[in-house]
């Protein structure tokens, strides 16, 4: 079932980018980068490289969520947001995207900053100093089912 899922995915991603290109923001969300598998919305790092390369070379300008909102009309806008604040995120993705000046939008989840896994406050630190947005994923993921 996971495998058709992830086929399904991959086949959504490569019809967008042989689709028209229009003007907007198309927004890629992941989890972790460069994970062992078992988790939603990962890939690894180089397929994260290619991805950018390939949408910059449609067009695009790559910025964070917050300026995707202010973007003047008529210019296509990416934004790469990771869910959780998986340090995988850190360690993988950063120096991919930073190697090629594109910033991200990270969302940890606030009682997670810190523990094996998850981003420090020091890496979360370095990130928006280096262009990239912190956000909030709530302070405990809850499940809402549950709420």
Not at 91 to 106: D, I, K, N, S
């Amino acid at each position: 079932m996971m495998r058709l899922l992830f086929r399904c995915l991959i086949l959504l991603f490569l019809l967008a980018l042989s689709a028209p290109v229009q003007a907007g923001n198309l927004t890629l969300v992941y989890h972790q980068i460069g994970g062992k598998g078992g988790v939603t919305l990962g890939l690894p790092a180089e397929t994260l490289r290619r991805r950018v390369l390939a949408l910059r070379a449609r067009g695009y300008r790559f910025v964070t969520s917050s300026q995707a909102l202010n973007a003047p009309s008529g210019v296509k806008t990416a934004t790469l947001r990771f869910d959780d604040g998986f340090e995988s995120v850190y360690r993988e993705a950063f120096p991919v995207l930073q190697a090629l000046g594109v910033p991200g939008t990270v969302y940890p989840i606030l009682d997670l900053i810190g523990p094996p896994g998850h981003m420090t406050q020091a890496q979360l630190d370095e990130l928006r100093a280096a262009g990239w947005e912190i956000g909030s994923h709530t302070h405990t993921h809850a499940a809402l089912i549950d709420l």
